[in-house]
């Protein structure tokens, strides 16, 4: 994984495993074992598009974000828009 997908999805999920009481695991499920509403992970992965400055979904063809997924999931999920969205 790389560095910088690492780093967003600690400062991402920090909050919701409270102050270092509880350390985050890769195969934690986002909704089960971290409490995130899925509003919450369109909000985290909408925060990756614009800090990575991808290009944005269109109507036509919209991002569909999976809501079963682990914390690695969700690294290797990352990784994958910024392939698909990067700015050539």
């Known amino acids: 994984m790389r560095e910088s997908v690492t ?3 600690w400062d991402a ?3 919701y495993y409270g102050d270092g009481d509880i350390l985050p ?6 909704i ?8 919450d992970i369109e909000d985290i992965v909408a925060s990756f ?5 991808l290009s944005e979904p269109t109507t036509d063809d919209p991002e ?3 809501q079963n997924m682990s914390i690695c999931a969700l690294g290797h999920y990352l990784m994958s828009c910024e392939e698909r969205y990067s700015a050539v």
């Open 25 to 30: 695991h890769q195969d934690d499920d986002l």
């Open 49 to 53: 598009f614009h800090q990575n400055r």
């Open 7 to 9: 780093e967003f999805i």
């Open 64 to 66: 569909h974000i999976p």
């Open 32 to 39: 089960r074992d971290a409490g995130i509403d899925p509003e």
């Open 13 to 15: 999920l920090s909050p």
